[in-house]
Nanobody, 121 residues
């Protein structure tokens, strides 16, 4: 079992920045690829970013490419999502995920409970 706890969400003005953190426990953190997903009101959960086990490769949704950066610190069992140039459409509950990357799509094995990010106009 892996437990994931997100933090860092909150209210931010459009154009501002925010950094989300996800702390993992229960299993060796480096065994998992990590990712971030989000779900906006009235929409389905969507992929945001993912990172490989060692942190050597990242991939982003087109909607956040160039603005968001995913990173990880395996010594701290933590994955981060740095969000810059935030837009109102980025408003959503952001979920941390642990799993694998067998192909283009990430296979999620564990989910965090989410943290709310609200971007005001």
């Amino acid at each position: 079992q892996v437990q994931l706890v997100e933090s860092g969400g909150g209210l931010v003005q459009a154009g501002g920045s925010l950094r989300l953190s996800c702390a993992a426990s229960g299993r060796p953190f480096s065994s998992y690829a990590m990712g971030w997903f989000r779900q906006a009101p009235g929409k389905e959960r969507e992929f945001v970013a993912r990172i490989t086990r060692s942190g050597g490769s990242t991939y982003y949704a087109d909607s956040v490419k160039g603005r968001f950066t995913i990173s990880r610190d395996n010594a701290k069992n933590t994955v981060y999502l740095q969000m810059n140039s935030l837009k109102p459409e980025d408003t959503a509950v952001y979920y941390c995920a642990a799993g694998a990357i067998p192909a283009i799509q990430m296979r999620v094995e564990y989910w965090g409970k989410g943290t709310l990010v609200t971007v005001s106009s």
